[in-house]
C-alpha cells in the first residue's frame, strides 16, 4: 500500500525531474531561514547551497559524460563579472543580466565541446582550464572595465541587509538546475550519457554521437556556472579575478566526488555537509587547498561511491553479516 501510494505521487513529480523526497528535502530548506539563529548561519545555508549547484552543475558532466571541466571557476567568474558589467555599464538588470551570464559560459563552452569533444576527455579539460586561465588574465589586464585586482563593486539586487532574498533566490535557481538537469537524465539524453560515460566506443556502436551529446551535456553544465556566477556577483558585491582562479574548481571538485558522480542530489548534499567545515578553515588561507586534495584522495581510494552510495554499501554489509 505503501508503494503503491509512493508510486502514485513520483509519477507526476518525475515528469518534472522531482520526487516526493526531493520535494520533501526542497520544503525544509524553503523553511530553513525562519529557523535561522541569526543573519550568519543563513549565509552559510546561501554559501551550501550556492556551491551544492555548481557542484550538481560540474557533476553533470564529469559523472555522467565522464568529462571533467577544469575550467568550471573560470565560467562562474565570467558570469559574474558579465552580469556585474551589463548592470554597470549598460543598465541590465541583473535578472537578465544573470541569464546572459549564463548564456556567454554556455557559448565559451560550445566552442572549448566544438574544438575537443571529438578527441579524448582530457583536452576538453586541459582546454577548459587554460580558457580559465585566460579569462582570468583578462579581467586582470583590463582594470578600466573591470578595475583588475582592485575589486568590482557590483550592485545587489535587493535593498536592505537581510541575506533572506539571495537565500530564496538561490534556491530557487538550485531547485530549478536540480529539476532540468534530472529531465536531461531521466530521457532519451540522459542514455546516451551514459552510455558515453561507461563505454564510449559501445555507444558509437549502436548509434550515439559523442560528439552531439557530449557537447549538449557540456554546454548545459557551463550555462549552471554562469548562470550561479551571475547571483554570486551580486550576492558577494566585490569581484576580484580570484574567483576565476583554479582554486575553486578545486572545492566544486572535492564536493562532486565526494557526493558522488553521476547521482546530481549527491553534490548538493555533500555541500551542507562539507562547505560549513570548508568555511571554519578559511583562517588556514592556502593550507586549506591541501587539504581538500587529501579529503579527495581518500574520499577516492574508501569510498569511490561517494555519499551516494553509502546506503548501498550499508544494505550490502547488513546483508552478508545476515549469511
Known sequence: MKNELYNRLSAPLKKIGLSPLSVAAFIL????????????????????????????????????????????????????????????????????????????????????????????????????????????????ALPEITRGAMGLNVKPIFRGASPTPYYYLILAICILTFCVLHIFVNSKFGFSFKALGQDIEAAKAIGISPFKYRTINFVVSCFVAGLV???????????????????????????????????????????????PIFESMNSLVEIKYIIYGLV???????????????????RQIIKDRKK
Not at 235 to 264: D, E, F, M
Not at 296 to 312: A, D, H
Request: proline content about 4%; aromatic content about 14%.
Open 29 to 140: 530548506l524553503a523553511l530553513f531561514p525562519f529557523v535561522s539563529p541569526n543573519a550568519y548561519i543563513t549565509k552559510l545555508g546561501i554559501t551550501c547551497i550556492m556551491w551544492g549547484t555548481l557542484a550538481m552543475g560540474f557533476d553533470f558532466s564529469v559523472g555522467y559524460i565522464n568529462v571533467s571541466n577544469w575550467g568550471y571557476a573560470g565560467l562562474m567568474g565570467l558570469g559574474a563579472y558579465v552580469s556585474a558589467l551589463l548592470l554597470k555599464f549598460f543598465d541590465i538588470t541583473p535578472w537578465a543580466g544573470m541569464i546572459i551570464a549564463g548564456c556567454t559560459a554556455a557559448a565559451i563552452g560550445f566552442v572549448i565541446a566544438v574544438l575537443t569533444m571529438r578527441m579524448d576527455a582530457m583536452f576538453t579539460a586541459l582546454l577548459a582550464w587554460f580558457v580559465g586561465i585566460v579569462l582570468q588574465n583578462i579581467v586582470t
Open 296 to 314: 579527495l584522495i581518500i574520499s577516492m581510494i574508501f569510498f569511490p561511491g561517494g555519499i551516494c552510495k553509502l546506503p548501498e554499501k550499508v
Open 229 to 275: 556566477g551571475g547571483f554570486y556577483g551580486h550576492y558577494i558585491g566585490v569581484l576580484s579575478p580570484n574567483v576565476l582562479g583554479t582554486k575553486n574548481v578545486v572545492q566544486i571538485l572535492v564536493i562532486a566526488y565526494i557526493g558522488g558522480r553521476g547521482s546530481i542530489w549527491g553534490p548538493l548534499l555533500a555541500s551542507f555537509l562539507l562547505m
